[in-house]
């Protein structure tokens, strides 16, 4: 359903033209991805990025939040209009109280089929993964998932999706030129979150669906949440050491952590580190993985490959440790260091730790020594 627009090099892209019957298809939607009335940040990275499309359409941005309790959804909904929504479609039901598959299909398909958005967002998480390829096929139209930029063709207001192809040695532009709306899903952290703006005014329509919870083949027996959170903490974090190959084995990665730890990060690393079993999928960057966009990220004996490069490129700075000095990932490190991390790495620690205590030792004079206040 959905067209590749072909794009040689060098070459003017064909021109395409939009079916004048898809025109009373209006607005971009977000879903809002919520569970346990946590809201994933992908959905406010998804209404930052919304309301850039929507001023080059000259549309509203609509969000979409579903749940269970009331009051949860209302907060929820002026947190997205705080985000850039102008307006929140709302349902609650007890039906929809955790994610299942099934009523959230039938949710989402009748709200569109009602107000008939051109273009619905969902992150590129496990729960919207599921619910927009289901929504997209009840809805028979195109679906452009894991994409790292969105753009809008203004010639025929066609929403351009590009995503990494041919494992990722590629980018490709897909339009979905006739079939409506035009869905897509974000991974996380492609999109930096908007500042909210908690004067920002928006409309929300409540919306009253029937649902036959006897039709519904699964039931939520209980919710058991991650305690560690690994992915998240991940994508949030403001520094990420990200180990490779090159470590050699599993227990090296305590150094990694032991680093980490010193400066109130997190630990990824490459696809063969997580395939050998030296650290857990959640923790994996790039392609296949993660995308992060921490302040620094430190890649730790990794080479550089394509397809870990799309997963750590929205870094503010990247720092490379690699004793091949043509790894490939001194082409895009801003800083490289060429030498061994089993001395490059106890020589950070050993700094990191002589400048806490320098630090530590300093506020002690001031009188204001306590350790919780470094
Ligand atoms: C469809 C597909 C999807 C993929 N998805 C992902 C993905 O999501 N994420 C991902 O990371 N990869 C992914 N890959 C794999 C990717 O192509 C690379 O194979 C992988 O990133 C390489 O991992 P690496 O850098 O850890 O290992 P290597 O390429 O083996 O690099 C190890 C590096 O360590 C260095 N080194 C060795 N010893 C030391 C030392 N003592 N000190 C310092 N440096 C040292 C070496 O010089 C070398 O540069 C994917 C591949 C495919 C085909």
Known sequence: MSEIEEKPKNQKRKKVSLDPRLSEYRGIWVFIEQEEAKVHPVSWELLGKACVLAKFLGVDVGAVVFGGNQEVVDTISKDAIAYGADIVYQVVDPSL????????????????????????????????????????????????????????????????????????????TILTLNYRPQMATVRPGVFPIPLPNTDRKGMIIREQLQFNEASFV????????????????????DVVIGGGRGLKQASHFSLLRELAMLLGGEVGGTRPVVQAGWLEAERQIGQTGKTIRPKVYIAVGISGAVQHRVGIEKAGTIVAINNDPNAPIFDYADIGIVGDFLEVIPAMIRVVKNKISLKYDCLKKQGVGKAEEL
């Open 97 to 172: 109280a955790d994610y299942r598959s099934d009523p959230f299909t039938e949710c989402l398909v009748q709200l569109v089929k009602k107000y008939k958005p051109e273009i619905l967002l969902l992150g590129a998480t496990s729960l919207s993964r599921d619910l927009a390829s289901s929504v997209a096929t009840f809805l028979e139209t195109g679906l452009t998932a894991d994409c790292t930029e969105l753009t809008i063709n203004l010639e025929n207001r066609s929403l351009e999706a590009t995503r990494p192809t041919f494992g990722g040695s590629l980018l490709c």
């Open 218 to 237: 699964t039931k939520v027996l209980g919710f058991i949440p991650d305690p560690y959170k690994a992915s998240e903490r991940l994508s949030q974090a």
